[in-house]
């Protein structure tokens, strides 16, 4: 036997090169998880977009009338000044800046705290970290 060879007959330069192709293996394993994950959820958004863009479309038109409509009611309180119109549309935009800021900030928050990483990848990711872990201390 030769100096760098193991007891099992296998020299050390072939213990690093299976090492080597273990790890590569290994990280492509993870990276194709990654690539699946991301293109499952790519898949749900294309196929939803023309509907969202639909709904998108008709609920901005609506909203447009319903606001013009509370516009011209608010202008009943005011009738009689030249600035009725005026008072109506800010009372209107001041009304919808703060339910868009709150929107805006529950957003936000949903955001920081769901993340948008492929949770499931990270969660493998995570259990390998720590399973690499319990194997080198085992070792040492």
């Known amino acids: 036997m030769h100096a760098d060879a193991s007891s099992n007959g296998r020299s050390l330069a072939a213990i690093i090169s299976e090492m080597r192709d273990e790890l590569k293996q ?3 394993t993870r990276i194709e998880l ?6 499952v959820n790519l898949g749900v958004i294309r196929a939803a977009a023309p509907l969202i ?12 009338l319903l606001t013009i409509a509370l516009v011209a009611l608010i ?5 009689g000044s030249a600035y009725a119109w005026f008072f ?10 703060i339910v ?5 900030y529950m957003a936000v928050r949903q955001f920081r705290k769901r993340g948008l990483m492929p949770r499931r990848t990270m969660e493998v990711l995570k ?6 872990q319990q194997e080198a201390k085992s070792h040492l």
């Open 34 to 39: 990654l690539r699946r994950e991301i293109q």
């Open 26 to 28: 290994f990280v492509q």
């Open 88 to 97: 109506a549309f800010l009372i209107v935009g001041v009304v919808w800046l």
């Open 53 to 64: 863009a639909i709904a998108a479309l008709f609920l901005t038109c609506a909203f447009l």
């Open 75 to 79: 202008t009943t309180a005011f009738a």
């Open 127 to 132: 259990a390998d970290n720590i399973w690499l």
């Open 100 to 104: 868009g800021a709150g929107a805006a």
